[in-house]
């Protein structure tokens, strides 16, 4: 799935959180989208999602305006956590899978084909607040995914996991970009940005004031990419 955004505004309350942004994310990338904090990021993600729209610009996928369609095909992990937190954890997943179309069946055969990648199968009958709070959080990562989507937004996926489940959630994404999901990762964690993203957008103020690929950038700079988010952070805060 390719995603493009065409010289998006939005406004709130006639202050303009978006201003005249766009981009392009290719079939098969894992594209980072970067940016202080209340630099616009959430609201860019859901106008992508079909959650807001916007007041000017258009939002394409595939080369064409995004719809309802395309609304199935897209898979979201939202920062602001929501699971039924006294249910039992497959059924749960069960549940999403079948909101997003999934049968019955196939929604609780993906759940714990699911289940076994994240190797917490054998949690599956459990609920969910009797998980830690890394394992909760592979759980909504689970369910972003369950319906096998072809687009993926993935707003800080790597919060509360410990080294050895941010490897696996690494090796999910990786598989994922071989499978051509398109895929983007908003985090304030540059190395896994350097690690895992092609290519990078970066936002502050609303507007965009940097962005390609990220060996460009580096190139540019000539220095790592914690070291430029500062530099143009700072450089763009009362622009």
């Not at 990021?41 to 395309?70: A, S």
């Not at 929604?107 to 994240?118: M, N, P, Q, S």
Request: net charge neutral; proline share 3%.
């Amino acid at each position: 799935m390719n995603v493009e955004l065409r010289s998006v505004h939005k406004a709130f309350n006639s202050k303009f959180a978006i201003r005249d942004v766009s981009f392009g994310i290719r079939e098969g990338e894992i594209f980072g989208l970067l940016g202080p904090n209340g630099a616009g990021k959430t609201t860019l993600i859901r106008m992508m999602m079909d959650i807001l729209r916007p007041d000017q610009g258009e939002i394409f996928i595939d080369g064409h305006l995004l719809n309802d369609d395309d609304k199935a095909r897209i898979g979201y992990l939202p920062e602001e956590r929501g699971l039924y937190r006294k249910q039992i954890i497959w059924e749960v997943l069960a549940y999403f899978g079948e909101l997003k179309g999934l049968s019955a069946k196939r929604a609780k055969e993906r759940t714990f084909e699911l289940l076994a990648r994240i190797e917490m199968e054998k949690e599956a009958k459990r609920k969910v607040e009797e998980l830690s709070k890394g394992n909760q959080q592979k759980i909504q990562i689970i369910a972003a995914l369950i319906h096998d989507p072809d687009f993926v937004v993935l707003d800080e996926p790597f919060t509360g996991l410990d080294p050895v489940n941010v490897r696996l959630l690494k090796g999910l994404l990786h598989e994922m970009k071989q499978a051509r999901k398109t895929i983007v990762l908003s985090t304030h964690l540059m190395n896994q940005v350097e690690e895992l993203c092609s290519t990078v957008f970066m936002i502050n103020n609303g507007k965009g004031v940097l962005s390609g690929p990220l060996d460009d950038i580096r190139a540019n700079y000539k220095a790592s990419l914690e070291d430029i988010f500062i530099k143009v952070a700072e450089a763009s805060r009362y622009e």
